[in-house]
C-alpha cells in the first residue's frame, strides 16, 4: 500500500512540475508539431514543405498564459503576410520593389486588425511568398505552392496548440494544478 502511495505521488509531483511549465509545454508543443511538419515534408518531397515546418514553429506560443490568443493572432498574421505576397507576385515590378511594397502593406493590415504585435511574423510569411533562389526564376504556381505551405504550417500550429492546451487542461485538473496556478 506504501510503496502505491508513493508511486501515485511521485507520478502526481512529476505531472504537476512538467505540465505547470511553460519551457515543457512549449518543447512538446514544437516537437509534436515539427514531427508532424517532417513527416509531411518527407512523405510529400515533390513540394516545398520546408515553409512549413518554419510556419509551424512560428505559429507556437511558447507563453502558456496566452497560447492560443498569440497562436491564432500569428495565424491570422500568416495568412495575411502570404495573401499580400500573392498579391505582390502579379506587380509589375521588379522583387526588391515588391517585397518592400508588400511588408509596408502587410505592417499596414496588421495595424488595422490590431496585430501589430505579430506583425514580423506577417512579414516574414510574405518573404517565404515572394523570395526566390537567386539561380532560379519564382512562377506564381511556385508562390501559390509557398502560400499553401505556410497555411498548412499554420493550420498544423494551431492544431497542436489547441489540442495540447486542452489536454494540459485536463491533466490540471487531474492533478489539482489548475487552482494552484490561478
Known amino acids: 500500500m506504501n510503496s502505491t502511495y508513493y508511486l501515485h505521488a511521485m507520478m502526481n509531483r512529476f505531472l504537476r512540475y512538467s505540465i505547470g511549465s511553460d519551457l515543457v509545454i512549449y518543447g512538446v508543443r514544437c516537437t509534436i508539431g515539427f514531427l508532424v511538419g517532417y ?3 518527407l512523405s510529400f518531397p515533390q513540394f516545398e514543405l520546408y515553409w512549413t515546418l518554419i510556419s509551424i514553429i512560428l505559429v507556437i506560443s511558447p507563453e502558456e498564459k496566452d497560447a492560443r490568443r498569440l497562436t491564432l493572432e500569428r495565424f491570422k498574421a500568416n495568412l495575411i ?3 499580400v505576397g500573392l498579391v505582390c507576385f502579379l506587380l509589375p515590378a521588379p522583387e526588391v520593389f515588391r ?3 508588400g511588408i509596408i502593406l502587410s505592417i499596414v493590415i496588421c495595424h488595422f486588425f490590431h496585430l501589430m504585435g505579430v506583425a514580423r511574423t506577417a512579414v516574414v510569411a510574405l518573404i517565404i511568398v515572394l523570395i526566390h533562389e537567386q539561380l532560379t526564376t519564382l512562377t506564381y504556381w511556385a508562390a501559390v505552392e509557398r502560400f499553401l505551405s505556410v497555411t498548412l504550417g499554420c493550420l498544423i500550429g494551431l492544431s497542436v496548440t489547441t489540442s495540447t492546451a486542452y489536454l494540459t487542461m485536463r491533466l490540471r485538473k487531474g492533478t489539482a494544478l489548475e487552482e494552484q496556478i490561478k
Open 39 to 41: 513527416w509531411l515534408y
Open 81 to 83: 503576410g502570404s495573401s
Open 99 to 101: 517585397m518592400v511594397f
